[in-house]
């Protein structure tokens, strides 16, 4: 599985080379690298012709990456909007702005980035060598914490180029969790949560990988990396969301839909005890990390109740510490809805929700008759999950390969043609 092209090389090499990216603590500062160096070689080439192999293709836009980009761009009004109505001053718009385009942008960039000559079999082997890799780094991680060795070795100095905390350039062996003292383990992320992201989005590559070797390693290191990071949402999304996936895939199928019909006859019949048993479940959900989910529910309430009373449409402009009461933590943080209807207000909101609406309804036709649409249904599916457990903006860094795959599962088949057209030589 060689590259073939800069666009593969730099996208191989970024993902392979995770673990020594993260040992050095640039991994922070990688992904909006790569995205903008791409994002120029996609401005040059879209619309033009291109040589494959011996064939000229045309590079398109896909609709849904202009939804895309239409969306993060409406951020960005967002943001300065609700700066200047709160008077936060001209320096301050600057630097938001720069973090807009390492954050919100991202999610618009890798996805035009994806409509590049990029293949889906070098993503999905790149994301089983990375588990691999976790597999084989995971015993050291675990005996560092059996030995007692610092949670924290070291605080990366590429921290100095600015970030959101010193948590996403540390070298961390483990962690332990204040409300049960059990270990974690964030492995190459800023906190364990996300670990149980990235795990499942490589999770969905994994299980497309043709090579036997690759796709059961790949599979055990993403189930391993779940369960090191002892995230709920992670265990959650790890079951559903290929089921789920799997069985839009098969409605197109008269013999399917038959059975799904029986299927859902038969659920009607036990529906008293299965909401017994979901109600169940979801106490139990809350229950096993309950001071998380008490803070998680305070940050909520005050982030809908600010939004509502002082900033309702364009938001209060920037993050802001909460009380004692959520432990000073960022109100808005840890919920990607509370925290656009806070810093962007309802005008932020729209600008995530239509991109991520049109893109499940996109895949959801799509799955029916592409592998990758159902690659790309998977992922749109665990970023809607995840938006009710975490930042995506603060995670683009790291979920990006995901980010990637939308816009390569959004281009259509394009014909080669004969023009003598000017073309640029991508092998």
């Given at each position: 599985m060689a590259p073939a092209n800069i666009e593969e090389r730099i996208v191989w090499y970024s993902m392979i080379g995770t673990y020594g990216f993260y040992i050095l603590g640039a991994l922070y500062v990688l992904a909006p690298v790569i995205a903008w160096v791409l994002f120029a070689i996609a401005i040059v080439r879209i619309g033009r012709f291109v040589i494959v192999g011996d064939q000229r293709y045309i590079v398109p836009i896909p609709p849904l990456v202009v939804i895309w980009f239409s969306g993060m761009f409406v951020m960005l009004i967002a943001l300065v909007v609700g700066h200047f109505t709160h008077d936060y001053g001209l320096g301050t718009v600057i630097k938001s702005t720069i973090g807009w385009a390492k954050g919100w942008a991202?999610?618009?960039?890798?996805?035009?980035?994806?409509?590049l000559n990029i293949r889906p079999e070098l993503i999905y082997r790149a994301a089983c060598i990375v588990s691999l890799h976790t597999i084989i780094l995971a015993p050291v991680f675990i005996m560092a914490w059996m030995a007692n060795l610092p949670q924290v070795l070291y605080?990366?100095?590429?921290?100095?180029?600015?970030?959101?905390?010193p948590e996403f350039f540390a070298m961390s062996l483990y962690e332990i969790d204040p409300s049960n003292g059990s270990p974690r383990w964030r492995l190459f992320t800023p906190w364990a949560p996300a670990l149980g992201f990235v795990a499942n989005i490589y999770f969905v590559f994994a299980l497309h990988e043709k090579k036997r070797f690759y796709r059961y390693a790949g599979i055990a290191g993403c189930i391993l990396m779940v369960l090191l990071s002892g995230s709920r949402l992670g265990l959650l999304s790890l079951v559903s969301v290929s089921l789920i996936t799997w069985w839009i895939s098969m409605m197109g199928r008269p013999f399917f839909l038959?059975?799904?019909g029986v299927g859902i006859a038969l659920t009607g019949l036990a529906m008293a005890p299965l909401l017994t048993f979901a109600d169940d479940f979801a106490t139990r959900f809350r229950e096993a990390r309950a001071d998380s989910s008490r803070v998680r529910e305070a940050l909520a309430r005050i982030a809908v109740n600010r939004w509502r009373e002082e900033a309702p449409v364009w938001g209060h402009g920037q993050l802001e510490a909460g009380p004692h009461l959520v432990e000073y933590m960022m109100i808005g943080s840890h919920h990607t809805w509370y925290g656009l209807?806070?810093?962007?207000?309802?005008?932020g909101m729209v600008a995530m929700a239509v991109p991520l609406a049109c893109s499940f309804f996109y895949f959801l036709f799509k799955a029916m008759v592409s592998r990758d649409g159902r690659v790309a249904l998977g992922i749109v599916f665990l970023l809607f999950l995840y938006t009710f457990g975490e930042n995506l903006e603060v995670l683009a860094y790291l979920i990006w390969p995901g980010l990637l795959f939308i816009g390569l599962a959004s281009k259509d088949v394009?014909?080669?043609?004969?023009?003598?057209?000017?073309?640029t030589d991508v092998r």
């Amino acid at each position: 599985m060689a590259p073939a092209n800069i666009e593969e090389r730099i996208v191989w090499y970024s993902m392979i080379g995770t673990y020594g990216f993260y040992i050095l603590g640039a991994l922070y500062v990688l992904a909006p690298v790569i995205a903008w160096v791409l994002f120029a070689i996609a401005i040059v080439r879209i619309g033009r012709f291109v040589i494959v192999g011996d064939q000229r293709y045309i590079v398109p836009i896909p609709p849904l990456v202009v939804i895309w980009f239409s969306g993060m761009f409406v951020m960005l009004i967002a943001l300065v909007v609700g700066h200047f109505t709160h008077d936060y001053g001209l320096g301050t718009v600057i630097k938001s702005t720069i973090g807009w385009a390492k954050g919100w942008a991202l999610l618009a960039i890798f996805p035009l980035i994806g409509c590049l000559n990029i293949r889906p079999e070098l993503i999905y082997r790149a994301a089983c060598i990375v588990s691999l890799h976790t597999i084989i780094l995971a015993p050291v991680f675990i005996m560092a914490w059996m030995a007692n060795l610092p949670q924290v070795l070291y605080i990366s100095p590429v921290q100095k180029v600015g970030g959101p905390g010193p948590e996403f350039f540390a070298m961390s062996l483990y962690e332990i969790d204040p409300s049960n003292g059990s270990p974690r383990w964030r492995l190459f992320t800023p906190w364990a949560p996300a670990l149980g992201f990235v795990a499942n989005i490589y999770f969905v590559f994994a299980l497309h990988e043709k090579k036997r070797f690759y796709r059961y390693a790949g599979i055990a290191g993403c189930i391993l990396m779940v369960l090191l990071s002892g995230s709920r949402l992670g265990l959650l999304s790890l079951v559903s969301v290929s089921l789920i996936t799997w069985w839009i895939s098969m409605m197109g199928r008269p013999f399917f839909l038959w059975v799904t019909g029986v299927g859902i006859a038969l659920t009607g019949l036990a529906m008293a005890p299965l909401l017994t048993f979901a109600d169940d479940f979801a106490t139990r959900f809350r229950e096993a990390r309950a001071d998380s989910s008490r803070v998680r529910e305070a940050l909520a309430r005050i982030a809908v109740n600010r939004w509502r009373e002082e900033a309702p449409v364009w938001g209060h402009g920037q993050l802001e510490a909460g009380p004692h009461l959520v432990e000073y933590m960022m109100i808005g943080s840890h919920h990607t809805w509370y925290g656009l209807l806070y810093v962007k207000g309802a005008v932020g909101m729209v600008a995530m929700a239509v991109p991520l609406a049109c893109s499940f309804f996109y895949f959801l036709f799509k799955a029916m008759v592409s592998r990758d649409g159902r690659v790309a249904l998977g992922i749109v599916f665990l970023l809607f999950l995840y938006t009710f457990g975490e930042n995506l903006e603060v995670l683009a860094y790291l979920i990006w390969p995901g980010l990637l795959f939308i816009g390569l599962a959004s281009k259509d088949v394009v014909k080669p043609t004969p023009s003598t057209d000017s073309s640029t030589d991508v092998r």
